[in-house]
C-alpha cells in the first residue's frame, strides 16, 4: 500500500502545474482516503489559491494544501470530571477493534482515575462479554457484565450505580456494533443512550465512536450512523501504524465536525496516545 504523501511527492517530477495538475490531485486525495466530495472541494479551493498568487513551487502548493486541510481536521481531549459520576458510551461496528480500544483507554485512564469501571453492554456477542472481562482483569479495571442477552441499558445502570457508591468515577461502556441489522442497533443505542444521560451527572456524558482508520469511506459511512443515531462527541482511531493512507480524519472532520481524541497504533496496552493534528498533517503530507 503506497503511502499518500510518495504519491504527492511524484506528482511534481517535472510537471507543469496546470489544471490537469490539479485533477491528478484532486484523484490523489481520493485515493488518500479522503472522499470525492471532499477531495473535489479541495483541489478546487487550492487550485484558486495557486493561481490567484501564482504559486508553482512544489513546497508551496503543499504548506496551502496543509492550510485548508488543518481547517477539516479537528482535536480534542477529553477528561473525566473529578468528583462526578461520567459515563462514556464507546461505539463502533465488529472488527474495528472496539473492545480492545475500550481496554486501552481503560488502562491510559486509570493511570489518573481513581474509580473506573467497564460495563460490558455489547450483550449479543458473548464473546465480547468474555473478552472484555480478561481485558479487566489484565489491567486491573473491575468489570460489570450481565449474561448473554441479557438488556445492554441494565449493565450500564448498574455499572453507574457501582461509580455513583464510592461517590464519583468514569464509567467506560462497550456496546454491541450489529450495523448489518441498523434498525434494531439505532433503537439499543437510543436506550442505552438514555440510560446513559440519566445516570451521568451534568456535563459528564460523552460518546466516543472507533473507526478503522484503514477503511475509508467505510468509517465515514459508520461514524454517520451512529451520529444521526445519538450524537458522537470524539473519535478513536485505530491501525494508525497500518494506514498508508488515513485521510479519513480530515472526511469525518470536514463533514460531520467529529474530532479526534485518541489513536491506536500496536497490539499492547499501552498503544494508544492523544491525537495531534499537527503531527497527523505533518505524517499525512511526509512533511
Given at each position: 500500500m503506497s503511502r499518500f504523501s510518495d504519491k504527492l511527492k511524484s506528482m511534481f517530477n517535472k510537471r507543469i502545474i496546470d489544471d490537469e495538475f490539479f485533477e491528478d490531485l484532486t484523484d490523489t486525495l481520493v485515493e488518500g482516503d479522503i472522499g470525492a466530495k471532499a477531495a473535489y472541494e479541495i483541489g478546487e479551493e487550492l487550485e484558486t489559491i495557486c493561481k490567484k498568487n501564482k504559486i508553482t513551487d512544489e513546497k508551496e502548493i503543499i504548506a496551502e494544501l496543509r492550510k485548508i486541510?488543518?481547517?477539516?481536521?479537528?482535536?480534542?481531549?477529553?477528561?473525566?470530571?473529578?468528583?462526578?459520576?461520567?459515563?462514556?458510551m464507546v461505539l463502533g461496528v465488529n472488527g474495528v477493534g472496539k473492545?480492545?480500544?475500550?481496554?486501552?483507554?481503560?488502562?491510559?485512564?486509570?493511570?489518573?482515575?481513581?474509580?473506573?469501571?467497564?460495563?460490558?453492554?455489547?450483550?449479543?456477542?458473548?464473546?465480547?462479554?468474555?473478552?472484555?472481562?480478561?481485558?479487566?482483569?489484565?489491567?486491573?479495571?473491575?468489570?460489570?457484565?450481565?449474561?448473554?442477552?441479557?438488556?445492554?441499558?441494565?449493565?450500564?445502570?448498574?455499572?453507574?450505580?457501582?461509580?455513583?457508591?464510592?461517590?464519583?468515577?468514569?464509567?467506560?461502556?462497550?456496546?454491541?456494533?450489529?450495523?448489518?441489522?441498523?434498525?434494531?442497533?439505532?433503537?439499543?443505542?437510543?436506550?442505552?443512550?438514555?440510560?446513559?444521560?440519566?445516570?451521568?451527572?451534568?456535563?459528564?456524558?460523552k460518546k466516543i465512536i472507533v473507526v478503522d482508520s484503514t477503511t475509508g469511506q467505510n468509517a465515514l459511512v459508520q461514524a454517520e450512523v451512529f451520529n444521526e443515531a445519538v450524537g458522537v462527541d470524539a473519535l478513536i482511531l485505530t491501525k494508525y501504524d497500518s494506514t498508508a493512507k488515513g485521510g479519513v480524519a480530515v472526511t469525518i472532520g470536514r463533514q460531520l465536525g467529529i474530532p479526534v481524541a485518541w489513536v491506536c497504533f500496536g497490539e499492547k496496552y499501552p498503544d494508544i496516545k492523544e491525537f495531534n493534528a499537527d503531527d497527523y498533517l505533518d505524517e499525512f503530507l511526509g512533511l
Open positions: 486541510l488543518a481547517e477539516n481536521v479537528k482535536s480534542t481531549k477529553l477528561e473525566p470530571v473529578p468528583g462526578k459520576v461520567n459515563v462514556w473492545t480492545t480500544s475500550v481496554a486501552k483507554l481503560a488502562n491510559l485512564l486509570s493511570k489518573t482515575t481513581d474509580n473506573l469501571v467497564l460495563a460490558s453492554a455489547d450483550t449479543f456477542r458473548a464473546a465480547a462479554i468474555e473478552q472484555l472481562e480478561m481485558h479487566g482483569k489484565n489491567i486491573g479495571v473491575r468489570v460489570v457484565s450481565h449474561q448473554h442477552g441479557s438488556d445492554p441499558s441494565a449493565v450500564v445502570f448498574d455499572a453507574a450505580e457501582a461509580v455513583r457508591a464510592k461517590g464519583s468515577g468514569l464509567v467506560l461502556a462497550d456496546t454491541a456494533g450489529r450495523l448489518h441489522n441498523k434498525e434494531n442497533l439505532v433503537r439499543e443505542l437510543q436506550k442505552i443512550d438514555k440510560t446513559c444521560r440519566l445516570k451521568a451527572d451534568e456535563g459528564c456524558y
